[in-house]
């Protein structure tokens, strides 16, 4: 025989005289009034549908579970799940990859951005960070005091490194 938690909690195959006969040993448990009102509501007693109707689960419905589809992966899923499973990473082999550490630009004025220029600025690049900003007044001469003004700043910290 299933024990009592089983009886009123999980067992799906649990007959109707298994849930009264733990309803009628424990009448003060309202779960498994719950439970036989959820099996059978036409033949519950007054107390039974009361109890059920009172009690904080009452109005959510069980469902059951489709146990496939909380369990199933996304393609997303599946890859993780391999990529994490041995550690493996994603690597190029030996002479696929371009080295492009060396790689020349010039001084193409496309290249030549405000962004650029507070990067040359942040890693301490002073002289290449002024001369983007010289470049960025000549193309934009209406922003030219303002550039102006960052390069006057920049040469001072120069000054006093």
């Known amino acids: 025989m299933a024990t009592l938690q089983e009886i009123v909690y999980t067992s ?16 003060w448990w309202s779960a498994a009034r719950l439970r036989l009102f959820r099996t059978d509501r036409e033949s519950c007693d007054a107390n039974t549908r009361l109890v059920a109707e009172l009690h904080p689960l ?6 059951t579970i489709d146990i496939a589809k909380l369990t199933m992966l ?20 030996e002479g696929d990859a371009e080295d492009v550490s060396e790689v020349n630009f010039g001084d193409d004025d496309e290249m030549v951005s405000e962004e650029l220029a507070e990067i040359y600025l942040n890693q301490g690049l002073y002289d290449q960070a002024i001369d983007t900003y010289r470049k960025l007044s000549l193309l934009n ?10 390069i006057a700043k920049i040469e001072e910290k120069q000054v006093k490194n």
Request: net charge negative.
């Open 12 to 27: 799906s195959n649990a007959t109707r005289n298994d849930i009264e006969a733990v309803v009628a040993r424990y009448p």
């Open 58 to 63: 009452g109005a959510i419905e069980r469902h």
């Open 74 to 93: 996304t393609t997303e899923d599946r890859i993780d799940k391999f990529l994490n499973l041995d550690n493996y990473r994603i690597v190029a082999e």
């Open 141 to 150: 001469s209406e922003k030219s005091i303002y550039f102006a003004g960052l």
